[in-house]
């Protein structure tokens, strides 16, 4: 791991950006570790859901998504709070403190379709536009098996536009000035890179084409002091902050800096099991929880 801070030129790329690759910020014996966990973690989150590609929604072709594993998958928690990932989500968003608002594995299967375009924080309930991905893939990432792609500077462009990716095509790019006739710029990654995305960046991912999975985990932080908007979200919703409050529970716990540098411990279980969480796993940590 590079326990270094990012230099004024990375910082002032994000700002202008969107988007910036950070190369070996993870050392990759790490990344190897931590890959097998999210593997084991997507395992047994999707044991369930035998359905084969092209049974599956048009969403859901384009990657499994487990989302909340640093809440019950113990051995995935150091990754979404590693203290160079945070410290460096920190640095982007020029904060003293950062949030987690959720981790998610997207594990993009050999014939997944593209990612279709979209920004990311009109799915979140959180007003300002103070928020940052960390995608920290497990393997090299090219264009054949679904590399991100990310329109540079469309978080500044004012477009803030709920696209729905989950059942229909994703931002109609022709459809705003903001993003017609432009090109988006593909990121390949080395593995102990981590590319990170504003969450008004509006972004897509290629197709895998290749045998082999292609597999990420991502985690969202925002900026310590960031206050809930109107939309719906477990985040928020759980642990029941209210419209204009600070979003701030064991949901969203300070992500860096963090003492000791020790991932926070997890958080009480949902009383519904979220989506893509099977009861099943619910159930163990209610049963873990009160042993
Ligand atoms: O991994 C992908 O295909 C898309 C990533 C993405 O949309 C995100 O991290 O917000």
Redesign the pocket.
Known sequence: MRDEELTDEQTSRFRRDGFLRVPGLLAEEEVDRFGEAVDRAVEERTRHDPRPLEKRSRYEQ??RQCLNLWEDQPEVRPLSFHPCVGRAAAALLETEAVRIWHDQA?Y?ESGGRE?DP?Q?QPYWSIAEPRTV?A?IPFQPVRQKN?A?GYLPGSHRSGLREFANIFGSTGLDLDAFPETRNKSFDYVEAEKGDVVF?HGLTV???YPNTTAET?R?H?VIFFADGCTRSAFRHPSVDRPGIPLGAAIESELTPIAWPRPDGDPPPAPRPPRQPLPGWPASAAEKRQKGNSA
């Open positions: 384009s990657f997207l993009k990612t979209h990311d991905t995608w679904g991100v995305h972004h897509r991912a292609r990420a991502t």
